[in-house]
């Protein structure tokens, strides 16, 4: 069994997600252009760490909507003699490396990862939506009575 070496391996996966970083480049400089018009999205712009923090979410963003390009196989796609297998190993047929090698069903865990923000994206606006509602729900109590009820409902809240 193939193999490729470690510079080929993470030059492989910085050149799978090509879409991803021309949709990041266009969208920084449309958003350079735009700057003022922005409002106050145009002030992240104005700092390392907002760049920063925007990047991560395009990257994550981008990911997740150009995953069928991204992925190197389908995410459930099963190659029984590649079962547990480290990265860096090359299916035979197709001669494409599992970047991230592959799980105990031999699928590809970077075709895995790739398509799996699609669900992250699906879940964490929800996820996000139940910790707004409970914080307001026993934050709002909490701060106005303070003390006792304060440290009671504190505890709940990081119990949930």
Sequence with gaps: MDTV???ELWGGVAVRFWPVWLAMLITYLLMRMYRKRLGVFGHLLDSAVGITGLMIVLFWLFTALFADIVSTF???EQFFRYRK???GIVEAESMI???FGSDNLGRDLFSRMVH????VLMIA???TLVAF???ITLGLPAGYKG????AILSFIANLI
């Excluded at 799996?116 to 669900?119: A, T």
């Excluded at 003390?147 to 304060?150: C, H, K, L, P």
């Design 5 to 7: 070496s470690i510079w």
């Design 74 to 76: 389908e995410p459930l």
């Design 85 to 87: 297998k480290p990265p």
């Design 97 to 99: 490396p599992m970047y």
């Design 116 to 119: 799996g923000s699609r669900f």
């Design 125 to 127: 606006p929800a996820a």
């Design 133 to 135: 509602v409970v914080g």
């Design 147 to 150: 003390g006792r009820v304060d």
